[in-house]
T-cell receptor, first 113, second 114 residues
């Protein structure tokens, strides 16, 4: 069952513009993670935000988390053609002795030169 | 830095054939996972191994078996392949312990079953 749901499903922008992707989830979490997937490759971890954090930055990435609304957003500033990829949110909980991640269906981002 | 290595990268099978997907990680991680990714969907967990010697079912385990051969290696076996198992399969690993740990993924095995 998918917990995270990304919005929009697809996003097309010009280089230099900002890209915002949203993620909503249903149950309580320990943390929320964002991953990027380039075409034909595996997922690469971008950023992790804990349930007691509200905002986190990493380079051109800014992630917010609102646990009261059960939602998160990923902002990529000053986008580049190399940012073209699919972006997935994943909600994390630790149970049964392992770090369980539930992924959303992803947002496909296209950045045009 | 190899990270997580999956073999093979591509495979075509006929219905009813069997095969094993291999995965190895060199990061000394305790936990390993197998996911499948289908078009328009997020990754779904097939099986996981919280630590060497243990394996458990995930969300979609039917038609699959796994073996945690040692701390480095975690294989996925299809005993009698079906067209519904056509998918891209990803192996991942993470450190056990606190839940605030990211997972590291291989580049996937693209499997087609005719």
């Amino acid at each position: 069952s998918q917990q995270g749901e990304e919005d929009p499903q697809a996003l097309s922008i010009q280089e230099g513009e900002n890209a915002t992707m949203n993620c909503s989830y249903k149950t309580s979490i320990n943390n929320l993670q964002w991953y990027r997937q380039n075409s034909g490759r595996g997922l690469v971890h971008l950023i992790l935000i804990r349930s007691n954090e509200r905002e986190k930055h990493s380079g051109r990435l800014r992630v917010t988390l609102d646990t009261s609304k059960k939602s998160s957003s990923l902002l990529i500033t000053a986008s580049r053609a190399a940012d073209t990829a699919s972006y997935f949110c994943a909600t994390a909980s630790f149970s049964g002795g392992y770090n369980k991640l539930i992924f959303g269906a992803g947002t496909r981002l296209a950045v045009h030169p | 830095n190899a990270g997580v290595t999956q073999t093979p990268k591509f495979q075509v099978l006929k219905t009813g054939q069997s095969m094993t997907l291999q995965c190895a990680q060199d990061m000394n991680h305790n936990s390993m996972y197998w996911y499948r990714q289908d078009p328009g969907m997020g990754l779904r967990l097939i099986y996981y191994s919280a630590s060497e010697g243990t394996t458990d079912k995930g969300e979609v385990p039917n038609g699959y078996n796994v073996s945690r051969l040692n701390k480095r290696e975690f294989s996925l076996r299809l005993e009698s392949a079906a067209p519904s198992q056509t998918s891209v399969y990803f192996c991942a690993s993470s450190d056990q312990g606190p839940s605030n740990q990211p997972q590291h993924f291989g580049d996937g095995t693209r499997l087609s079953i005719l």
